[in-house]
């Protein structure tokens, strides 16, 4: 059934678009099923819940943690060992810290600036003014991989406006790389609901749970 999904989902979009299997509510026999059937990206929103499942699965040695959840500072440093990539860098504080932390341990994932370009209380990430006005700060932590952008999308958008968002999101990242962020080339963008709407707007990695792992 795993497979299938998956299956159907690869169809369904480009093959240069990275799907991370959003695995935070799901058991290692679950994931090792998503594996079986070619995925090698998965999403966990907690430290300590990804690291139990991560010492599981050690024995696959190819696959690659994403940390999709909102990171607290007080998680910072073992998520920087432990993921290859984290998504949820919402913030110049946590910038900061992440860029001590690195080189500290030696290790530098992939991580991805999360920005929230409508109002929004219930999410985190930069707004573009404050990102502009950020983006000197930024520049100057060396330590920081820096490659994309993440975005969540309020609740109840229609299609339209879905993916409106989302291309506000690519036109932000084309604003980056005018500024000289010319390593600003992911775009995370898109779940189970709306994955669709955010591959046409440009998205280079979806995270898709509930169209996986749902029983």
């Keep these: 059934m795993i497979a299938d999904r998956i299956a159907q989902i690869r169809r369904s979009i480009p093959s240069e678009v990275k799907l991370v ?3 935070k509510y799901t058991t290692p026999t679950a994931i090792r099923a998503a594996y079986a059937a070619g995925v090698r990206d998965f999403g ?4 300590q819940d ?3 499942k991560q010492e599981e699965l050690a024995d696959l040695g190819d696959i690659t943690w994403h940390m999709i959840g909102s990171l607290q500072s007080n998680k910072a440093k073992a998520a920087i060992a432990q993921f290859d ?8 504080s946590l910038a900061v810290q992440c860029d001590r932390l690195i080189a500290e341990l030696g290790k530098s994932p992939q991580l991805l600036l999360q920005v929230k370009l409508a109002e929004d209380p219930s999410k985190s990430g930069w707004s573009e003014p404050e990102l502009l006005t950020d983006l000197p700060e930024l520049a100057k932590l060396q330590n920081l991989n820096i490659v994309g952008l993440m975005t969540i999308l309020p609740l109840g958008l229609n299609e339209v406006q879905a993916y409106e968002l989302f291309c506000k999101v690519g036109k932000l ?4 790389r005018s500024l000289g962020w010319t390593n600003i080339q992911e775009l995370s963008m898109g779940m189970s609901a709306d994955y669709a709407i955010a591959v046409k707007a440009g998205a280079s990695l979806i995270r898709v749970g509930n169209q996986i792992f749902a029983s």
């Excluded at 966990?44 to 430290?47: D, F, L």
């Excluded at 990242?173 to 980056?176: F, G, R, S, Y």
């Design 85 to 92: 990539w984290i998504h949820s860098l919402d913030r110049l």
């Design 21 to 23: 299997a959003v695995s």
């Design 44 to 47: 966990e929103s907690r430290v």
């Design 173 to 176: 990242a084309e604003k980056m």
């Design 50 to 52: 990804a690291k139990a």
